[in-house]
């Protein structure tokens, strides 16, 4: 996950205020301090969903709280606690890097040493493992990518190593792992690729839980790949739009019509970033809505959008806040720590 550490360092990292005018195609009010309302649900097997994951994971929600990584204090990277209740916040931990997650009621998530969980309050921290990384949660344990894909059980912490992949998307999900890897492709493939965007086209392999049955899903360079209800989400490497595969046969379709640079799946919906802002597709890619975001500074995709609590979250490269889209009012909040 080699781009997604240049990325949250420069998306997360850096306050440069350039924050721009922010608008919808129906005229969003920006406010402040938003409540989260109710968890939308996610699949029974882990608590925040492979498309976030994939996303940075820096939201996540549940019943009673949502939980997102701020950097209006950039060396801190901060996880705050909102309240569905009452909308009160408060500092969960700091040094976040990526993947917060939910699971068997606690917290989640990669801090700039490794993984880690606590409580709710940001206390009793257990660690999981030493290195930073970006990782899943799935049954009872947690998978992750370095240099090689590992799984390590929740309960006990014994970590085993199911492969050596260098890969850089991992999704778990219907019994199978998910994940792009180059290591089928020969450098000359790699070097033709442009600058900046070498580490992104890869191809896609499934294997089972413990690591056996490794299997090729094609020849299609893809990124930004996604689990969801069965079938795998993409975008293709050559034309930057959604392709849909089916793992069990194989076949694959393009259901985009426009190019996007980034792309998260949850439940019936694909949510996709270009330079135009965050648009909203059905399963089938028809377009139901767009969101002028303002997208400024880095490739779109930098700006990671996460789904919970019935809203879109994403990040402003340069901003000191996560920015909130509420699809029921069609409004655009910026969320900021104090206010």
């Known amino acids: ?169 991992i999704n778990v999900g219907a019994g199978k792992i998910y994940y792009t890897s180059q290591a089928d492709l020969d450098e000359k493939t790699i070097d033709a690729m442009s600058y900046g965007d070498q580490d992104l086209g890869a191809q896609m392999f499934q294997m089972n839980l413990d690591g056996t049955g490794t299997k090729k899903l094609g020849e299609n360079l893809a990124f930004n790949l996604i689990e969801s209800g069965g079938s795998l989400y993409y975008l293709s490497f050559e034309t930057r739009r959604v392709e849909k595969l089916d793992p069990t046969t194989g076949i694959s379709e393009e259901i985009s019509k426009d190019s996007y640079d980034g792309l998260n799946v949850v439940g019936d919906k694909i949510y996709c970033v270009n330079s135009e802002g965050i648009s909203v597709l059905d399963l089938s890619g028809k377009k139901l809505k767009s969101y002028d975001t303002g997208f400024i500074g880095f490739s779109p995709r930098d700006s990671f959008p996460n789904i919970a609590a019935n809203a879109i979250y994403f990040l402003q490269f340069g901003s000191e806040s996560v920015y909130r889209i509420d699809t029921s009012s069609d409004t655009i909040e910026a969320i900021n720590v104090g206010n």
């Open 1 to 169: 996950m080699k781009r997604y550490t240049i990325y949250l360092i420069a998306a997360v990292g850096l306050a440069l205020v350039l924050t721009g005018c922010m608008t919808t195609k129906n005229k969003p009010i920006l406010k402040q301090s938003p409540s989260p309302g109710k968890a939308s649900g996610s699949e029974n097997k882990y608590g925040n969903s492979n498309g976030n994951l994939i996303n940075c994971g820096f939201v996540v929600s549940t019943e009673d709280y949502l939980f997102y990584a701020d950097n209006a204090i950039p060396a801190e990277r901060s996880i705050i606690r909102l309240s569905s209740k009452d909308s009160e916040k408060a500092l969960v931990a700091k040094n976040f890097y990526s993947s917060l997650n939910v699971y068997a009621n606690k917290l989640f998530y990669s801090d700039q040493n490794g993984i880690v969980s606590c409580d709710f309050e940001g206390k009793n921290v257990v660690r999981y493992y030493n290195t930073q990384c970006s990782f899943t949660i799935y049954d009872g344990a947690i998978y992750l990518s370095d240099n090689g894909i590992y799984r390590i059980d929740i309960s006990s912490k014994k970590v085993t190593k199911l492969n050596a992949a260098l890969c850089n998307d």
